[in-house]
């Protein structure tokens, strides 16, 4: 079955610097890569999503970039703010398919220094 | 638009007792999943459900189980708790397999 690996598990940063967070997956056939955002003491939330017919995809200051030969996608944030300290998951599934489902990678905690 | 509800928000169970978590979503999703959160190990897929009257094993499904009698509920069921299930349950539904909306999770503590 799919496997999600994401790294690091924990990312300090300086407040305006950039962070990046990576992962990589297993199944050649997973076609949507989305990245939420969990809050502390929240549910998670969607902040954005690529899908395996873009290479990359921005949205203001987050961006995604998508490597599907070598099985690998990763989350950008430009100009980290306070707001942006949570826990980043990322996830990988076939979309539409009748037994589809999304494995999350197990989440990278980031901490922006003030 | 409710969105995703779940009841209840926290729970106290003894080894062995029995319970229901009910998930409700109003959005006409086909598909609903029940997750596990613990520290340092992400989301945890349970078990999910394509659409009405059908459920399927997920990544972690021992011990539990779930029903989907109607589209828009999802009941996730523990016979016997255990200690090792205490963890924070999340419900999500979704349109197909693209994004996903989450529950406000029930904290769930078996002593």
């Known amino acids: 079955g799919e496997n999600v690996e994401q790294h690091p598990s924990t990312l300090s940063v300086q407040e305006g610097d950039s962070a990046v967070i990576k992962c990589t997956y297993s199944?050649?056939?997973?076609?949507?890569f989305p990245w939420y955002k969990q809050e502390l003491g929240k549910r998670p939330q969607l902040i954005i999503d690529i899908r395996s017919n873009v290479g990359e995809k921005k949205d203001q200051r987050i961006a995604v970039t998508l490597n599907k030969t070598a099985k690998h996608f990763s989350l950008h944030i430009t100009e980290t703010q306070p707001e942006d300290s949570a826990v980043y998951f990322c996830?990988?599934?076939?979309?539409?398919?009748?037994?589809?489902?999304?494995?999350f990678g197990s989440g990278t905690r980031l901490s922006i220094r003030p | 638009n409710a969105g995703v509800t779940q009841t209840p928000k926290f729970r106290v169970l003894k080894t062995g007792q029995s319970m229901t978590l009910l998930c409700a979503q109003d959005?006409?999703?086909?598909?609903m999943y029940w997750y596990r959160q613990d520290p340092g190990m992400g989301l945890r897929l349970i078990h999910y459900s394509v659409g009405e009257g059908t459920t399927a094993k997920g990544e972690v499904p021992d011990g539990y189980n779930v029903s989907r009698l109607k589209k828009q509920n999802f009941l996730l069921g523990l016979e016997s708790a255990a200690p090792s299930q205490t963890s924070v349950y999340f419900c999500?539904?979704?349109?197909?397999?693209?994004?996903?909306?989450f529950g406000p999770g029930t904290r769930l503590t078996v002593t």
């Open positions: 996830a990988a599934s076939k979309g539409y398919s009748s037994a589809s489902k999304i494995i």
């Open positions: 959005m006409n999703h086909e598909y």
């Open positions: 199944d050649s056939a997973s076609n949507y």
């Open positions: 999500a539904s979704s349109s197909h397999s693209y994004e996903q909306y």
